[in-house]
């Protein structure tokens, strides 16, 4: 009810400059022309007589006008655009509006009236198509582009009251009724982007992850848009189905007892159980959702238009969370990926990719690995602690993805199961950390999206040497993955050690090999600010946590370094808004930071003093090589 009159509020605006624009094109299509005026019974129009000298505007009464009705001539024709012109002056059109303000005022409301009506019956249709298929909506806007236009600007109307509310509060000085405000209009922002569609879900996943960019409460209320993304069943499922395999025959002809209730949906797609008719092995078959790249291609222009309108703001501009960074480059990032993940083809060859650097065979088994430590030695396999769904590549398509069936228990619900136990959550938690460590450092190519959707907890029935826990970490979706450069990769492992020796020097250089400081940047003042955080415990590791596996730590003293910034600052305080001037923001980086920023909501899950740096530490070892390893642990003594 509220969008409708949103809606009709926008509306409103555009019939006041169309209503007497609509009534001018009436007039000057109207036959009955005399001496450039037209016929508009009982009123005054203005027109523009050339005949006159001066070129002046005046007024007629339609009644003094003949009402002979006269043959269409070049001239007459030429008599009205004339006259049309005479509308565009100002003095003109405002004289007209001083004399019919009643006609005006009538033909707004009539109008309007209208328009309320016509609102309240696209509602009422809308929610019936919904009651019926929860993504109707998202065919009509990508057919109807306008008409998701004016749906993002009825998402700013509405909640233009929560933040007059907000500023209420705020003077107020009430901090609760902030929160639950700023919460309830993060709810309503998730719902208007699942009405949306996927572009949209999928931006509201990207940005939920960003803490820098977004409040905190619409953080947690977006992260809904992680498992209640509808889904289509029964036969608009199987349509899908067909759709994506090409052919009804061809789908008959590689897969039988299709489930056509789905077993998970995300933003571009959904997940089917089915069976290979060659091998009867059990699959699971992601289906792309339709008109996709249709819809990209309209969306991700005129969000482009939109980022281009921020920067030039001069507070927004070049500026995003603090860090050097446009709005367009955010979404020009974006777009690249998000058009490589509708191309299941390319999900494929990152799962492959994926199994093959942790050496993840088909049915969990052990296969060799193609990841190497920094000593040269291969890793070993990940299959006792890790699992990923085998992919068939040569019959996943476009649209369609097939691997196999890997059941599991959603990670986020472990702690609820009577069959996982705290210390086996915590492994799980482990395992996780473990895993992008060696994605980070070692194999420099990570998911992006290892949110509680994409992640699952297998259980084993005997325990391994390697794994006493009879638990295994399931990932699954890698449609969305990043690469990094080698020193990239170097960079991400001493800013690790770094934090874990609370080494202020070897931070910094570690920012400087990762490429995220900039030319300008003054180094005393990042170095003071780092060693500050280290001080005040702004960043810390679970030390105790470390002890009892084992770690030594090498802590380094910085009283050289502290002192040379305490003289370069007044109270030897640095702040931090002033050294996030000197830090700029790759892309690459975006894309850890999401990850480093779900894998920390996940492992808290599991392990409520989980922390990555803390738990991915025992496992430098493994990245280094037990050689390189000694040989720098010694060289820090």
């Not at 088994?365 to 040269?376: H, N, P, Q, Y």
């Not at 395992?431 to 994605?439: G, M, P, Q």
Request: net charge positive; aromatic share 10%; hydrophobic share 40%.
């Amino acid at each position: 009810m509220r969008g409708v009159a949103y809606w009709l509020l926008f509306h409103y605006y555009l019939l006041v400059a169309s209503t007497c624009t609509a009534a001018f094109a009436f007039t000057a299509t109207t036959k009955g022309v005399t001496r450039h005026g037209f016929l508009f019974p009982r009123t005054i129009i203005p027109v523009y007589d050339n005949s006159k000298d001066g070129d002046s505007s005046f007024l007629l009464d339609s009644k003094q006008m003949t009402t002979k009705r006269q043959r269409r001539t070049p001239s007459s024709h030429l008599a009205s655009s004339t006259a049309a012109i005479a509308w565009l002056r100002p003095k003109t059109a405002l004289q007209f509006f001083r004399n019919h303000k009643p006609l005006i005022k009538k033909t707004l409301l009539a109008s309007l009236a209208v328009l309320l009506v016509m609102g309240f019956l696209e509602a009422r249709r809308a929610r019936q198509r919904q009651a019926l298929d929860a993504t109707s909506e998202w065919s009509r806007y990508a057919q109807n582009p306008s008409a998701r236009g004016r749906a993002v600007m009825t998402i700013g109307l509405r909640l233009l009251p929560y933040w007059i509310r907000y500023q209420f509060a705020s003077l107020r000085k009430k901090v609760e009724r902030q929160k639950e405000i700023s919460l309830q209009s993060g709810i309503l922002f998730s719902d208007e982007l699942l009405q949306l569609g996927p572009l949209y879900i999928k931006l509201g996943q990207i940005l939920s992850c960003r803490d820098n960019l977004l409040p905190t409460a619409w953080i947690t209320a977006m992260e809904r848009l992680q498992d209640r993304v509808p889904a289509q069943s029964g036969a608009k499922a199987l349509e899908l189905a067909h759709a994506a395999a090409g052919s009804p025959e061809r789908f008959d002809t590689l897969f039988s007892d299709f489930d056509d209730v789905p077993l998970a949906a995300a933003s571009l797609g959904q997940v089917h159980r089915a069976t290979l008719r060659e091998t009867q092995a059990p699959v699971a078959i992601k289906l792309q959702r339709p008109n996709l790249r249709q819809i990209y291609d309209q969306d991700l222009a005129f969000l482009l238009k939109i980022a281009g309108m921020i920067d030039k703001i001069p507070s927004g501009g070049g500026n995003v969370g603090g860090v050097s960074q446009s709005w367009t480059d955010i979404v020009e990032d974006a777009r690249e990926i998000l058009y490589r993940e509708i191309d299941y083809r390319d999900e494929a060859d990152n799962a492959l990719r994926f199994n093959t650097d942790f050496g993840l065979g088909i049915n969990g088994t052990r296969a060799k690995t193609t990841a190497i430590s920094l000593d040269g030695e291969p890793l070993p396999s990940a299959s006792s602690w890790l699992r990923a769904p085998h992919v068939y590549r040569n019959i996943s398509s476009e649209q369609l993805l097939v691997m196999e069936y890997v059941p599991s228990l959603k990670i986020t619900k472990a702690t609820d199961d009577s069959r996982c136990s705290m210390k086996q959550r915590e492994f799980l938690a482990e395992s996780l950390a473990r895993t992008y460590l060696r994605c980070f450092c070692t194999n420099r190519f990570f998911s992006t999206d290892p949110h509680p959707g994409n992640l699952g907890v297998e259980f084993l029935e005997r325990t391994t040497n390697s794994n006493p826990n009879k638990v295994r970490l399931v990932m699954y979706d890698f449609g969305q993955a990043c690469e990094l450069q080698t020193s990239q990769a170097a960079g991400i492992l001493n800013v690790i050690e770094a934090i874990v020796d609370y080494d202020s020097d070897k931070c910094v250089d570690a920012f400087a090999q990762m490429g995220v400081l900039k030319d300008n940047a003054d180094l005393v003042k990042v170095r003071a600010k780092v060693q500050d955080n280290f001080e005040t415990g702004k960043i810390t590791v679970k030390r105790n946590k470390l002890k009892k596996r084992g770690y030594v730590f090498t802590e380094k003293s910085n009283s050289t370094s502290t002192n040379n910034s305490t003289a370069a600052t007044a109270d030897g305080k640095v702040k931090d808004t002033e050294v996030m001037g000197f830090f700029t923001l790759p892309t690459e980086y975006a894309f850890v930071a999401r990850a480093l920023t779900q894998m920390n909501g996940v492992g808290k899950t599991l392990d409520p003093d989980f922390d990555f740096i803390s738990s991915s530490a025992p496992y430098i070892v493994e990245i280094k090589g037990a050689t390189n390893y000694l040989q720098d642990e010694w060289s820090k003594w």
